[in-house]
């Protein structure tokens, strides 16, 4: 019953994150998983990915309505996505948890520092053509960002 409790307040204190901030689920949902309800470092990685994706779902429902969805750039980004997800959830279950959760630490280390540069051209810009370059580029961060997600999402038990 503890346990029970204890997910419903990681996954309400999760979405209240992701509704204040929009993005950083994965960051507050594994530490919660891990040592709060008790989880395995797979488990928490797989089942927090969940959880933060269908967040994330209900989220673009909203923007698709509203018309902030750039349709090729997103089916690109995520054809890619998903192939890299492939091949990063077959890494991911291969390391050992322990090994695994210091990885994830390590990289919201650095995504941390990375946010704190300031971005080049922040400001109103020209709207992006999607050319051959672009397509490249959106293809390549989109294999990237999937390698990750599937290397820290996989949920293989440990």
Do not use: C, E
């Not at 509704?19 to 488990?43: K, N």
């Not at 933060?52 to 054809?79: P, Q, T």
């Not at 492939?86 to 946010?115: E, H, T």
């Not at 704190?116 to 490249?136: C, F, I, K, Q």
């Amino acid at each position: 019953m503890i346990q029970v409790l204890l997910s419903l307040g990681s996954g309400g204190l999760v979405g209240f994150v992701l509704g204040l901030i929009g993005g950083g689920g994965s960051i507050v949902a594994t530490p919660l998983l891990l040592y709060a309800v008790g989880l395995s470092p797979h488990v928490a990685l797989g089942t927090g990915a969940l959880a933060v994706s269908a967040n994330a779902f209900v989220s673009f429902a909203g923007h698709a309505r509203a018309g902030n969805v750039r349709w090729d750039v997103a089916a690109i980004f995520s054809v890619m996505g998903v192939l890299g997800a492939l091949g990063g959830s077959a890494l991911g279950k291969a390391v050992d948890g322990r090994q695994l959760i210091l990885l994830f630490a390590l990289m919201m280390i650095v995504i941390g520092l990375a946010m704190l540069w300031p971005r080049r051209g922040s400001g109103a810009t020209a709207p992006v053509v999607l050319d051959a370059a672009m397509a490249l580029r959106v293809a390549g961060i989109g294999l990237g960002v999937g390698l990750q997600s599937g290397f820290f999402g996989s949920a293989a038990a440990s």
